[in-house]
């Protein structure tokens, strides 16, 4: 779950205390949002959550597209 008041930080900051801002993240598994003029910026993530997470857009993907009724190329209906 995102938490606003430990998982935005300004770009700044980041660069003064990444050691800790990196160690925190890989103990919670939460992503960061770095901002830049008090925008967000970029996202900074532990490889192990990014991958739980692309495996989670993966199997929806693919679930997705099974429950879509197949339409053929050659003559467009519905199969």
């Known amino acids: 779950m995102f938490n ?3 998982d935005i930080c300004s770009m700044t ?3 003064r205390r990444t050691s800790e801002i ?7 598994g939460r992503a960061v949002v770095l901002t830049t003029n008090g925008k967000a910026d970029v996202v ?4 192990a959550s990014y991958q739980k997470l692309m495996d989670r857009l993966f199997a929806y993907e693919n679930q997705a597209r099974s429950e879509q009724p197949h339409i053929s190329r050659t003559t467009g209906a519905r199969a």
């Open 4 to 6: 606003i008041a430990e």
């Open 13 to 15: 900051e980041f660069k």
């Open 22 to 28: 990196l160690t925190r993240i890989r103990a919670n």
């Open 44 to 47: 900074v993530q532990d490889a």
